[in-house]
């Protein structure tokens, strides 16, 4: 049957690039949302940004060992979701810590970019280290609850295929708490005056102060939800995947990439970035033999090699491939953000 | 007494004073024109007005009161609105709310004051979901000096406002700025354009090396032969 063959190689498609990616993606849009409204704020690159994911979903662990320590759960759902806005608020407390005591001081000496910069690789390493001793550079598994949504089993048995996509409960979470965050995230920036007056200030910071737009105010309410979109991506990564100080800060390179090929400053390029390099990254080192199997016309054709583009062991190279190439031939990025 | 009396001032970047004993005045409802040649201090004396720039002697009185060492913010917060020569719009965010942010400190109701802006500019009613960058140069001038009107001052400065716009938009803008000074805001104006500027004005300066060189009504500086000799090509 020609139509089944068709269907099945989606099926594979789905199950190994689509879901995934999507999954991936939706992460990587919430960590460089994060990154891309501290440029456009504070206008430097946070080198901090994935450590600061990490030491947020550090928190969100040790409540969720204390939630089940207490035999609390959230039935189906991961316990890390209700150990989430615990997290949030912790790492809101130390982001502003650092904001206090590091980068307040080069603010009021009005340095240059790349002395913030520098100074958030610094903070970077504090934030490091202090995972590493809270809680260990191990790898670390904290998702309980139910495991799937679909099984692949169950979608064969639904659709009468012979490739079943299965849905993971941390993918369907992902990418619905993605969504409802950057509604919520545009909303407050489109709609609230607090949220226009961050634009405002990020577009011309001397004309903000002119308007009476209190920078503190500002700064602060950036690092604010920065620490909430950084807490709750490293949680959705973990989830998904699992936790260790290291992948978190090898993370910042594919975050860093969405956020310029989005155009950094830009929160709408923040998540078109996500998706792109998610995409880009899965499908290059996707293995294509089953698909390329079931779309080639008769039952005898097997494909002689993997048909894969690249290993995912370049995983990291695609990213910086695509930043390469942005920062070569649109430097402002897709959404035309600052220039880098 | 003037509604604005800026007297004696003397001041500088750095080391070296720009600005040497240069007072600079504003009466209600009234246009007053800072004219002069390149690197005259014009600029710097506005921004001395609006506390951009330090000054070791001389005072700034608004409407009385002393705000010589008041930091820029807080004369807006006493009726002064500057617009800046350059980079005088959010360009990423749309008219109305290019607007609305210059009535950020404003905690009353703001849609009265938007409908008079729009009503002076009405080109910025049927843009006003734009994105201001988007916007020609004149209409962003236009978007600037609707910007500073939000906070409904009592005193208006304007940095060039005509600069790199066509002769007709430099009309219409000023046209627009008599009718500002009409509803009883004082106007202090930096311009390159003497002439149509001393033309408008009520009160002109001309600053030459940071000093007061003449100080006159528009149309006796308009008469004045040194003057035109000198500064208005004839």
């Known amino acids: ?340 | 007494m003037s509604f604005l009396t800026a007297e004696n001032m003397t001041g500088g970047y750095g080391a070296a004073d720009i600005l040497h004993d240069c007072t600079i005045t504003a009466e209600e409802g009234e246009i007053a024109v800072i004219v002069g040649p390149n690197g005259a201090g014009k600029s710097t004396a506005m921004k001395a007005v609006f506390g951009m720039l330090d000054i070791h002697t001389g005072s700034v009185k608004l409407d009385g009161e002393d705000i010589t060492k008041l930091s820029p913010q807080a004369r807006v917060a006493k009726g002064m609105a500057f617009v800046p020569q350059t980079n005088n719009v959010f360009p990423t965010i749309s008219v109305e709310e290019n607007l609305e942010m210059g009535a950020f400190l404003r905690e009353d109701d703001i849609s009265k004051t938007m409908e008079q802006v729009y009503e002076l500019f009405p080109i910025l009613k049927d843009k006003r979901r734009q994105n201001a960058g988007e916007l020609s140069g004149g209409q962003r001038q236009q978007v600037a000096v609707g910007r500073a009107l939000m906070t409904q001052p009592k005193l208006l400065m304007l940095d060039e406002p005509t600069a790199g716009v066509s002769p007709i938009v430099m009309d219409e803008l000023f046209d627009r700025i008599i009718e500002v000074a009409r509803s009883g805001i004082s106007i202090l104006m930096v311009e390159q354009n003497a002439r149509q500027a001393l033309n408008i004005a009520d009160k002109g300066y001309v600053l030459v090396q940071g000093r007061n060189k003449f100080t006159d009504t528009g149309e006796a500086l308009l008469a004045n032969p040194e003057v035109r000799k000198s500064f208005l090509g004839g």
């Not at chain 1, 992460?27 to 206008?43: E, M, N």
């Not at chain 1, 934030?127 to 598994?141: A, H, W, Y």
Request: charged share 15%; hydrophobic share 55%.
């Open chain 1, 1 to 340: 049957m020609e139509g089944m063959e068709i269907l099945n190689a989606l099926a594979v498609f789905s199950n190994y690039v689509l879901v995934p990616a999507l999954t991936y993606g939706s992460q990587l849009a919430l960590g460089a949302l994060g990154v891309t409204l501290i440029y456009g704020v504070l206008r430097f690159s946070n080198f901090a940004h994935g450590d600061t994911m990490a030491f947020g979903t550090m928190v969100v662990i040790l409540f969720t060992w204390l939630f089940q320590s207490w035999g609390i759960s959230f039935g189906p759902l991961p316990t890390a979701l209700l150990a989430l806005p615990f997290g949030i608020l912790v790492c809101i407390a130390l982001v502003l810590l650092s904001d206090k005591f590091v980068y307040r001081f080069y603010r009021r000496k009005k340095a240059a970019p790349v002395i913030f910069m520098i100074a958030s690789m610094g903070v970077m390493f504090v934030m490091n280290g202090l995972v590493r001793f809270i809680i260990s550079p191990k790898d670390i598994q904290f998702r309980d609850g139910e495991r799937f949504i679909i099984k692949a089993r169950e979608f064969k048995q639904m659709f009468g295929l012979d490739e079943g996509v299965a849905i993971k409960v941390t993918q369907g979470i992902t990418v619905v708490i993605a969504i409802v965050v950057v509604i919520a995230l545009f909303w407050f920036l489109n709609r609230t005056r607090t949220g226009k007056s961050m634009r405002a200030f990020s577009d011309n910071e001397d004309l903000a102060l002119l308007s009476g737009i209190n920078p503190d105010k500002v700064v602060m309410i950036t690092w604010m939800i920065a620490a909430a979109l950084a807490t709750i991506a490293g949680t959705l990564y973990g989830l998904d995947k699992s936790f260790k100080a290291f992948t978190y800060f090898m993370l910042l390179l594919p975050i860093f990439a969405s956020a310029i090929v989005g155009g950094l400053g830009s929160p709408l390029g923040a998540i078109a970035g996500g998706y792109l390099i998610a995409f880009t990254e899965i499908m290059l080192t996707y293995a294509y033999k089953k698909v390329a199997e079931y779309m080639v016309p008769g039952d005898e054709w097997e494909a002689d090699s993997l048909m894969q583009l690249l290993s995912t062991d370049y995983k990291f190279a695609v990213s910086f491939m695509i930043l390469l190439l942005v920062l070569l031939f649109r430097p402002t990025g897709i959404f035309k953000g600052k220039s880098v």
